[in-house]
């Protein structure tokens, strides 16, 4: 009878009451800790990013270059190659015209008189990568 009464007794904590209350108390820890953990990323993708965006232009440049030019033209861009002579310093519009299309820019004078390079269109998305990897080289 007494036990009965003390069970319901309201100022006793409830059992379920107080699970929840601990449960409410980690799951906000938890949630803090999270969104800490997503800041900290947030914010370090951002730092590696600004810390030097033409880098990885540069380096995605660099592997066009290796794969699709460096057969004909040195593996140093600033170099003469075996077949296409070095290219360095060549503007955007000089490498649109001639990767793209197998021409030169109005009024340039070519390196070479020969025709022996051929169109590469695949790689019209990664030419400002290619022109900054050349850019970086030159200086
Ligand atoms: C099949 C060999 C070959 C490949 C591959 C090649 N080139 Fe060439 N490239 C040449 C040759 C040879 C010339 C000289 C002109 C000619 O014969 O077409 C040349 C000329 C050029 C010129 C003009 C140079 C000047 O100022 O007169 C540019 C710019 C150029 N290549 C960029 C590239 C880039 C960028 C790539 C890679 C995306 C590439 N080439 C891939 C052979 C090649």
């Given at each position: 009878m007494n036990r009965a009464r003390s069970a319901r007794d309201p100022r006793r904590p409830r059992p379920g009451g107080r699970a929840r209350s601990l449960l409410r108390g980690r799951s906000a820890r938890a949630l803090a800790l999270l969104a800490g953990c997503g800041l900290a990323v947030l914010v370090g993708c951002g730092q590696g990013s600004e810390a030097d965006p033409d880098a990885a232009l540069i380096q995605r440049g660099k592997v066009v270059y290796e794969t699709s030019c460096s057969a004909c033209h040195a593996?140093?861009?600033g170099e003469d190659g075996p077949v296409g002579p070095a290219i360095t310093g060549s503007s955007m519009e000089l490498l649109r015209a001639k990767v793209l299309r197998n021409e030169y820019p109005a009024g340039y004078t070519p390196?070479?008189?020969?025709?022996?390079m051929v169109p590469l269109v695949h790689v019209e998305a990664d030419l400002p990568a290619v022109h900054a990897y050349l850019e970086s080289v030159a200086k």
């Open positions: 593996r140093a861009p390196k070479r008189d020969t025709q022996a």
